[in-house]
């Protein structure tokens, strides 16, 4: 049974960073392409970025690129999100998410075999 576990969200002021953490047990870690998506009130869920099993390739939303940048540890079986000059229209419910098919990256949340409980993140102007 896979699980993933979210960490590191909060409240934080416009400009300021987060740094989120996704920590999967029970399967092989370095097997899953992971992604990290969100949700906002009234929002459909929107893909924000992933990145590939060696970390070869990352993909990133128009939206946040240039200032998210997402990683991960294989050791620890981590999957990172660094939010850097978070913005307002940033506040959203964070999920990580694991990709045991892909070979590379997906945009496409229906691709994600697990999905983690959500973390809030909530930008103040």
């Known amino acids: 049974q896979v699980q993933l576990v979210e960490s590191g969200g909060g409240l934080v002021q416009a400009g300021g960073s987060l740094r989120l953490s996704c920590v999967l047990s029970g399967r092989t870690f370095r097997d899953y392409a992971m992604g990290w998506f969100r949700q906002a009130p009234g929002k459909e869920r929107e893909f924000a970025a992933a990145i590939s099993r060696s970390s070869v390739s990352t993909y990133y939303a128009d939206s946040v690129k240039g200032r998210f940048t997402i990683s991960r540890d294989n050791v620890k079986n981590t999957v990172y999100l660094q939010m850097n000059s978070l913005k307002p229209e940033d506040t959203a419910v964070y999920y990580c998410?694991?990709?045991?098919?892909?070979?590379?990256?997906?945009?496409?949340?229906?691709?994600?075999?697990?999905w983690g409980q959500g973390t809030q993140v909530t930008v103040s102007s």
């Open positions: 998410a694991a990709d045991l098919r892909s070979s590379g990256v997906s945009t496409i949340g229906t691709r994600y075999d697990y």
